[in-house]
Nanobody, 117 residues
Framework: QVHLVESGGGLVQPGGSLNLSCAAS??????????MAWYRQAPGKQRELVAT???????NYADSVKGRFTISRDNAKNTVYLQMNSLKPEDTAVYYC?????????WGQGTQVTVSP
């Protein structure tokens, strides 16, 4: 069993920044060999992929966040981050951390990000 716990969400004005964290624990010794991902789900919309980071630190981003969001990882802390800059109202959503271990998908409980004046 793997546990993912997100934190760092909140209310921010347009143009502001937030840094989300996702801490992994449980039956894995280290996240180092796994691709980690951030997703988000806005009200009334499907959950969508925001960013991924591989074990080799290669990153990929949704077009809507390129140049504004940065995904990173600290394997020693079993933690993945999502630095979000220049936030827009359309970034408002619940943000989830995801990883796949032995073919099983694990999600965190999510952290709410609200971008509003």
């Amino acid at each position: 069993q793997v546990h993912l716990v997100e934190s760092g969400g909140g209310l921010v004005q347009p143009g502001g920044s937030l840094n989300l964290s996702c801490a992994a624990s449980g039956s894995i010794f280290s996240i180092s060999i796994y691709t980690m991902a951030w997703y988000r789900q806005a009200p009334g919309k499907q959950r969508e992929l925001v960013a991924t980071i591989t074990s080799g630190f290669s990153t990929n981003y949704a077009d809507s966040v390129k140049g504004r969001f940065t995904i990173s990882r600290d394997n020693a802390k079993n933690t993945v981050y999502l630095q979000m800059n220049s936030l827009k109202p359309e970034d408002t959503a619940v943000y989830y951390c995801r990883m796949v271990v032995a073919g099983r998908i694990y999600w965190g409980q999510g952290t709410q990000v609200t971008v509003s004046p």
